[in-house]
């Protein structure tokens, strides 16, 4: 019996340890990405279109863009489009998410962004941050999963607003009235200022 809780214990122990090791490493991923991201901004001899080229080959792999689009839907209206329509929205969706992450980034000073404990469930971390702009404090929460190769964000929550849920209600508006086309039509127009 004894042998047997010493099992349990020393297990427990090592899970613990595998689920902080990953925390970890999906916050050391984000924070890489980020002060690459960074250095691209304050580089003075770079146009923004050079800086904008670069900085989607620095966050491009960081997201699933695909996971995002799904989640926007969600079960509702997701499982009842064709693959086609799945596709162009999808298409859409990460156009939208690209120019909206693009144009917030450009507005980059001088911001500090500090790091608070992962916090891991099964296969996924939360993964707090601050930033800090002017003596103002905007809390952010980036949410990933560990994928076959690394870790994905799937998510990102401001101030506690998820972006996924944010666009899950806004196409929600269109297509509790309107069509999955009307809605494409909506995607492919400049997103309003």
Known sequence: MRSLCYTVLILFITV???????????QALLKNRLDATIAVLQKKDLDQQKKNEQLVE??????????????SLGRKYWPGL?????DEFTDLFIKR???????????????KVFFKTPVQNKRKVRIPTEIISNNNRISMIYKMYKSKKDWKIYDVEIEGISIISTYRSQFDQV?????IDELLQKLEKPENK
């Open 16 to 26: 613990q340890a595998g689920l902080a090791s990953d925390g970890n490493e999906a």
């Open 58 to 71: 620095i966050v491009t792999p960081m997201f699933d863009f695909h996971l995002m689009a799904k989640l």
């Open 82 to 86: 064709s693959e086609e329509k799945k």
């Open 97 to 111: 998410l690209r120019a909206s992450y693009l144009e917030k980034i450009s507005l980059y000073t001088d911001e």
């Open 175 to 179: 297509l509790s009235k309107g069509t």
